[in-house]
């Protein structure tokens, strides 16, 4: 049976532990779209194109599976667009309990808004601390991300933090 899991978030930017969520999720569904997510609860830094191309530059960087896309969601409802993707799953990390507090209420209003069930994998041994915000705020300091993020993501934040 053919089945595509949705993995949204912010990924601003991409970093080993999304990928490593990406990759294990690929080996459970058919098909894993990343889906790049404008949220506006959230001051970006980079733009939502400069986020797509880091990934499509780390998942290359990695040698990942073909079965993963990625794709953008501007704006609108996630569990609105993982039913007009025909979505079996939305995939999404676990790292603290943290993220229970706050990945546990999405989840249930996207199962109530489009059927569609939550699926959590525990992140890596080793992963489980990194977060996007953590990665912006050591880079900003000065401080070594390459045990974080791949070497393209790092190029980006240099540039980026430079300007
Ligand atoms: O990486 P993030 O910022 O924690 O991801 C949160 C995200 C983007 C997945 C969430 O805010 C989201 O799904 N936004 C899309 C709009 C939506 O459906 N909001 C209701 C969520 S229950």
Redo the contacts with the bound molecule.
Sequence with gaps: MNSLAIY?????PITLGHISVAIRAAKVFSAVQIVV?H?P??VALFSVEERVSMIHASLADVSTPSNISVST?ES????EYASAQAASAIVKGFRTSADVE?EL??AK??LDISAIETVFLPAEPGLGFVS?SLVKEVARLGGPIEHYVTSAVRAELERKLQN
């Design positions: 949204p978030g912010s990924f601003d997510v949220n609860n959230k969601l609108g409802l996630l569990a706050y209420p999405m209003v996207n996007s």
